[in-house]
Each structure stands twice: as C-alpha cells, then as structure tokens.
C-alpha cells in the first residue's frame, strides 16, 4: 500500500518552461489537494478537487491548472514557469465520507525550483 | 471561511520537559482537528487528531485538548525527546465540506 504517490521528486526548470506534477492514491480517497510550501512556511493550498470530475481553486491558484483524471490521480500543471514559483509541492488525499472523516495524507513532495 | 492561529512559532525546550502548542480556530462549525509533525525535507505526518465530540485524547507522550467552548485546541508532548525536534502544523476541519484549514506552524526545538 504505497499511498500518496508524487513525481518527479525533484526536477529545474527555466522561466517560462512549463511541466506537470504527477499525483496518485491509492486508497480510494474522494478528495485530492495541491499544496505549495516555501521555505520556513506553511502548506498554502493552490487547488483541490472534491470528486472525480470537480476541481476548485484554493489561495493560490494563479499560474498553475488542475486535472483530476479520474478518482486516482490529480495533476498540476504550471504551463509558463517563474522564479515564484519555486518551491516544495505537496499533493495529499483524505476520506471525508459521512462516517469516516479523516486527515489528509501526504505525498513525499516534489521539489521543484525555477531559474 | 476558517481562520487558525497557532503559537508560539518557536518553542525551545530541554530534553526531557513537557512542550505546549496551543490553536485557536474562528469558525464553530469545525469539528476535526488534526496535529501533523514534519521533519527537515519531509512531508507532513499525521501524530494525532481529535473530534469534537471528545474534550481529550492521549497517546504514549502525546495528547490533545479540545475547548470547543473558546474555540481552541493544544497539543501537549510530555518528557520531550530530541527526535521530537520538527515543525508541527494544527488544522481545523468540518464534514460535508472541503475546509481543511492549516495553522501556520511551531518549530519545536528539544534541547539536549
């Protein structure tokens, strides 16, 4: 049971490149968030999708698009990369069905920075 | 929507002391309060959590307290170790709803 699975681990990118961060689960959670983590701060959510086919925008959305291509995998994608945007990325997934509420799990992160 | 504060931001302790994290959330309809730890270059990790319909939960060194009442919930480690060393995150949470909202962190230093 691998859980919460990122890639790349790492990766460098030039300004303006764009990529996409690989997310999966594997214990058939509903909800799957994007999370951004700077250096000596906390988790800001960028994206979240609540079900298979939904995506809604977090505190910060802009510059980065979401795909939840199916209940497994949610994708990140920044399509014109910039300076700001280096950071570690966290994807996570949590049960919230009516009777089992629970917290979110972690993926190892990706940590991506951008010359 | 949700509003989570946390103090202090840094705690410094000595080996073997008793550490408080303390989390005050704005909304009442939050009833799931998870503590995460995380350690230098890794994710967080959940340590415990507490619903709101308990007032307390313990495990081993580790509890947590719940005041639904003032809004506020605290994280008490007991006969602190160095490898308990980490940031720890609070969060506050409710059902039906995609609130997962994250306090902004403690550093906790146990000294040797």
């Known amino acids: 049971n691998a859980g919460v699975t990122q890639t790349p681990k790492f990766q460098v990118l030039k300004t303006g490149q764009s990529m996409t961060l690989q997310c999966a689960q594997d214990?058939?959670?509903?909800?799957m968030y994007w999370y951004r983590q700077d250096p000596g701060m906390g988790l800001r959510l960028i994206y979240y999708s609540a079900s298979e086919g939904t995506t809604d925008k977090g505190e910060v959305p802009n510059g980065y698009n979401v795909s939840r291509l199916n209940k497994r995998e949610f994708s990140l994608r920044l399509e014109s990369a910039a300076p700001s945007q280096t950071s570690v990325y966290f994807c996570?997934?949590?049960?919230?069905?009516?009777?089992?509420?629970?917290?979110?799990?972690f993926g190892d992160g990706t940590r991506l920075s951008i010359l | 929507g949700e509003n989570v504060e946390q103090h202090p931001s840094t705690l410094s302790v000595q080996e073997g002391d008793s550490a408080v994290i303390k989390c005050t959330y704005s909304?009442?309809?939050?009833?799931?309060f998870p503590w995460y730890k995380q350690e230098l270059g890794k994710r967080p990790q959940l340590i415990i959590d507490?619903?709101?319909?308990?007032g307390e939960k313990k495990d081993q060194r580790i509890a947590v307290t719940l005041n639904k009442t003032a809004k506020h919930f605290s994280l008490h480690i007991t006969e602190t170790q160095p490898e308990d060393s980490a940031v720890y995150f609070c969060a506050a949470s409710y059902n039906y709803g995609q609130n997962f909202v994250f306090g902004p962190g403690t550093r906790l230093s146990v000294l040797p």
């Open positions: 507490i619903r709101s319909n308990v």
């Open positions: 996570a997934s949590r049960s919230d069905t009516d009777t089992a509420l629970g917290p979110q799990h």
């Open positions: 214990m058939n959670h509903n909800s």
């Open positions: 909304d009442s309809a939050s009833n799931y």
